[in-house]
């Protein structure tokens, strides 16, 4: 008889402990499953158009799909004269195809593209070029 209370009193530990640590999944709705990471939540579209040549990089990187890197890369091909010159500075094609309805190509800004015609045609002086007085970028 005393066999018999000490295996109902152990299966009524192993009970209440097989519940205290059911119950904090059981709780949070997960059950027996494991739990699933969380994606983070997609980045909201911007409310107005973002004009790849004259962007900011934070305004950029608002944009879908579009982090620090991308951003870098967009600003570092510019001026554009379409969205699909995006690719040719190294942005992903699916990247593009998402981010092309969010995004317009105005006029790069004055001093952006006077920057980029001056250094265009010009190589980088040495300290002999300089005095000799040549032009440099």
């Given at each position: 008889m005393k066999?018999l209370?000490?295996v ?13 640590v059911?119950t904090?999944a ?8 494991a739990?699933?990471p ?8 911007p409310s ?8 900011t990089?934070?305004e950029?990187e608002a944009?879908p799909g579009?982090?620090?890197s991308?951003?870098k ?6 001026p554009?004269t379409?969205?699909a010159?995006l690719?040719k ?13 969010l995004?317009t190509?105005?006029?790069p800004?004055?001093?952006?593209s006077?920057a980029?015609?001056s250094a265009?045609?010009r ?8 005095q ?6």
């Amino acid at each position: 008889m005393k066999h018999l209370k000490f295996v109902a009193s152990l299966a009524a530990v192993v009970l209440v402990a097989a519940a205290l640590v059911a119950t904090p999944a059981l709780a949070a709705g997960q059950g027996s499953k494991a739990a699933k990471p969380q994606k983070a939540p997609a980045k909201a579209a911007p409310s107005a158009p973002v004009d790849i040549n004259n962007a900011t990089q934070a305004e950029l990187e608002a944009l879908p799909g579009v982090g620090a890197s991308t951003a870098k890369k967009i600003i570092a091909g510019r001026p554009y004269t379409d969205v699909a010159g995006l690719s040719k500075a190294g942005v992903s094609a699916k990247v593009v195809t998402e981010i092309t309805p969010l995004v317009t190509v105005g006029k790069p800004a004055a001093a952006a593209s006077a920057a980029a015609r001056s250094a265009a045609g010009r190589e980088p002086c040495s300290i002999r070029a300089r005095q000799s007085g040549a032009r440099c970028a």
